[in-house]
Nanobody, 121 residues
Framework: QVQLVESGGGLVQAGGSLRLSCAASGSIFRNNAMAWHRQAPGKQRELVASITSGGSTNYADSVKGRFTISRDNAKNTVYLQINSLKPEDTAVYYC???????????????WGQGTQVTVSS
C-alpha cells in the first residue's frame, strides 16, 4: 500500500520560510517522480514543483526562485523549501507520485492528505 505523509505546514508571516516534508513508501519512492501541488480556497489545484527519480526539477512560473524541491532517497522523503512567502501562497499543499502522461498533462495516482500553509500579511 502506498502512503504519502506530508508535514511542515503552518502559519507564517509574509516574507518567512517553511520546509514541507513528504515521507513515502519505499517501493514507490525510489523509481518515481515526486511532485508538490497546492490548492487555495476557491481555486483549482495546481502543480508547483516536481522532481524526477534522477533529480531533475521543474517549477511553476509563479514559484520559481522562491521554492526548491529536493529529495532524500535514503529517507524516502521529498521536501519543498518555501522562501519569501506571500499571502497568495496560502493553500493546502499536497505531495503526489506515480505520474502518467495524458493529453492534458501529468496525472498523479497517489496523493498525500495535505498540509495547510497560511501566510499572513
Amino acid at each position: 500500500q502506498v502512503q504519502l505523509v506530508e508535514s511542515g505546514g503552518g502559519l507564517v508571516q509574509a516574507g518567512g520560510s517553511l520546509r514541507l516534508s513528504c515521507a513515502a513508501s519505499g517501493s514507490i519512492f525510489r523509481n518515481n517522480a515526486m511532485a508538490w501541488h497546492r490548492q487555495a480556497p476557491g481555486k483549482q489545484r495546481e502543480l508547483v514543483a516536481s522532481i524526477t527519480s534522477g533529480g531533475s526539477t521543474n517549477y511553476a512560473d509563479s514559484v520559481k526562485g522562491r521554492f526548491t524541491i529536493s529529495r532524500d532517497n535514503a529517507k524516502n522523503t521529498v521536501y519543498l523549501q518555501i522562501n519569501s512567502l506571500k499571502p497568495e501562497d496560502t493553500a493546502v499543499y499536497y505531495c503526489a507520485t506515480d505520474r502518467r502522461w495524458s493529453p492534458t498533462g501529468w496525472k498523479y495516482n497517489y496523493w498525500g492528505q495535505g498540509t495547510q500553509v497560511t501566510v499572513s500579511s
